[in-house]
């Protein structure tokens, strides 16, 4: 029989049956991904020294499919290193599980050891600066106009999120350190943003070289872009940059006098992954998107294979960087000089409790809690909890453990389990117009901007005894004292505040709930005040 069919037609159908016909490599291929699916996942990875849900990634799950694996894998999870007696050996056997072993060796250049401070007297804790704003950059200048003729003693930690332009990250720090002895430093999401090229003509210009704030007074971004291939590279680039302008990024001992109150800072770094979330889903409301498809961190953030945002991948990787950023050997002899003088204020972006976050009832985006927080980063600190040899319950006047974080913008303060969790916003300029309360926290509070300033959590005493100079009082922070009266309900899934109903669609069995803002405003005020 003929074929009358055109010319292109066969040509078509005959390239289709020659690329159906499967080279040996692939067959190869596809009879190992057979073998490899009847394998159990965890047997593959201990076989190729990789954690289970890097080699063998899912799709991310949510809601209860979610919680459901989160509470099962748990316990299955790797434990921190000890940090406090890592050494070379460790650091490689730690390497050799990693997470992607190739990209955590390019970050040994930065490895740092205990830096000595015992002039700082003061130390004042920022996160979320978000210097792209110019009102942000406008108030950061002039809150260190006002400190540069007096005399500083002052260190000031820097919580992530000041750029994703490293020309304003780099005026950032230059800015802070004509005022402040010392300036610490750990990313944020936002720092570790792209910054690619502009097609169009910018309008903003490079710093100049003499610093003048006044050059980039427009700057929201350069428009040149960073050169970064992905956001590991950008990490590089922010760790040579902090080492450039002499920011700290690892360990600082403070105080050293006999009969004074010693204090260590620890920067630590981490990331959010989505099996943080342990809380049930919002049900009954509709209109409710994913956190992937609207936070701006999964368009903006790249990462290698076999990295990937969507699994715990991202986060180990970034846990994994404190064992070989930091020498923990140079302060081995820690558990040596234990005694009541001893406290440690650790510093990090991100979230290490969910506890840290108002339930989702109450959210704009019901599913935050998915990319805000770090289950290895609770366990860092719960190991140098254990360290400071206190106990599980005692009230913050005698902590002595702070952790400061970011990345909420809700100020807070608020003891949980023996460790005081702070963080203090400067958050975006239009957030202190529509929520001021919710940002209000220690010193950075008011109508006015240029009143309000970094808060002190730490001042040096002579007084030898652990918790020594972290404030007594309560600092502030709306949610934290809500939650430290009334108890977490996360179980409450098919109810939304007023606020956050307005956003979404209730479906047959939602409700909004009977939220009286006077009434919890009088419970608090009429609250104790004093921290614990």
Known sequence: MTDDRPDEVKTRQKSIIISSKKSPLLRAASVLQKVLAMLPASLIANLLFVAPHVLLPSRPLSGRANHARHTADFHRRPTSCSLFSLSESSIQSANSGSVSSSSIHRFHKFRTSVYHAPQIEKILLLSDLHCDYAANRNWLENICNSQANSPSRTMILVAGDVSHNLSILQWTFRTLKKSFDEVAFVPGNHDLWLDKPRKHKSIATKLDSDDNPASISGLITTGLGDGCM?????????????????????????GSDYNQSVLWVVPLLSWYHSSFD????????????????????????????????????????MDQLNDVIFDWDSIANIDGVLDDSMSILTFSHFLPRIELLPEKRYLSLPTLHSCVGSTFLEERLRTFQSKVNVQRKYSQQTSGHLHAFGHSHLSWDQCINGVRYVHVPLAYPREWEQRRRSLEIGTMKGDDRDRRF???????????????????????????????????????????APWAAKRFRKLPGGSIENFDHMKVEIEIKLHDTKPG
């Open 278 to 317: 342990t809380e049930p889903p919002i049900e009954c409301w509709g209109g409710i998107p994913l956190a992937t498809k609207v936070v701006a961190d999964y368009r903006k953030a790249s990462w290698p294979e076999p990295l990937s945002p969507f699994d715990d991948s991202v986060a180990q990787f």
């Open 454 to 496: 970094p808060v002190c959590i730490w001042k040096k005493t002579s007084q030898a005894k652990q918790g020594g100079g972290f404030p007594k009082e309560w600092l502030g922070g709306w949610w934290s004292k809500y939650y430290d009266i009334i108890p977490r309900q996360p179980h409450r899934i098919r109810e939304l």
């Open 230 to 254: 992905d956001s590991i590279e950008k990490l590089e680039k922010i760790f040579q940059l902090c080492i450039d302008e002499n920011v700290r990024i690892g360990p600082v001992k403070v």
